[in-house]
């Protein structure tokens, strides 16, 4: 499991030297920017398409995150840091179009929760390709995969193989702590993770009324079934508290 997987810890509160507060996404509302496949018409996304530097895809998961916090957490972060995203690269000269978040993804792990919903990892690999392969149609040949779920790592790997190979796609995949983990583990220390304070502080400064304040407590971790391999990790959150 990755450190972003496995984390127990409380409610951390969203202070200090962000740069996100000045920019989209932080009113507790959905974000929204002017490069959105999702507020475009056929017309506009088809010259959108042959105009823009690369699409990107956000992606998530519809998963438990402790008693104190919305099963949403994965997926409206890939929301905000995706706007933040778009913006940041329009500063820089370069367009993006933003698809709107892939919010199902690769969740069994956490199925003993209620509210949990997963796709299998085939299904979910398959859904991206195919997104991927319908932009190719309409003349996209680079596509991001901001990527804010830890399963959904290893299908989404194996997507862009298939891109590249299958629908001359060039896909590149980043996941949402890679340029930022230094930074922090200085924050939170080396147990950062599922549910803990850095995922209640993104939550906190994006979309805070979703927060439940009298819920939030050190939370237990309990051992996780077998994964794969042998892998064992942990549950956190659990919705009891015990």
């Not at 367009?95 to 199902?104: A, D, G, I, Q, W």
């Amino acid at each position: 499991m990755n450190a972003d997987d496995t984390d127990t810890s409380e409610g951390h509160e969203a202070t200090g030297d962000t740069d996100f507060r000045d920019h989209v996404g932080t009113t507790g509302e959905r974000p929204e920017t002017d490069d959105d496949l999702y507020g475009m018409t056929w017309e506009e996304a088809g010259e959108s398409f042959l105009t823009a530097d690369a699409a990107v895809l956000p992606t998530g998961s519809v998963e438990q995150h402790a008693p104190h916090l919305p099963v949403s957490v994965d997926s409206l972060r890939a929301d905000h840091l995706s706007a933040e995203l778009v913006e940041t690269a329009g500063e820089a000269g370069l367009r993006l179009v933003r698809l709107p978040v892939f919010s199902y993804g690769y969740s069994e792990h956490h199925l003993q929760f209620p509210g949990t919903v997963t796709l299998s990892q085939d299904t979910y690999r398959d859904a991206v390709v195919d997104v991927g392969a319908s932009l190719a149609e309409h003349g996209v040949d680079r596509l991001i995969l901001l990527n804010c779920h830890g399963g959904n790592r290893e299908p989404l790997s194996l997507a862009v193989d298939r891109l590249g190979r299958d629908h001359d796609v060039t896909t590149h995949l980043v996941h949402w702590t890679e340029f930022a983990r230094e930074r922090l583990r200085e924050l939170f220390g080396d147990e950062w993770g599922h549910a803990g304070e850095h995922e209640t502080s993104v939550v906190e400064l994006f979309r805070p009324a979703l927060v439940r304040e009298a819920a939030k407590r050190p939370q237990e971790a309990d051992p996780l079934p077998v994964l794969r391999r042998g892998e064992r990790g942990r549950w956190v959150g659990r919705p009891d508290g015990e």
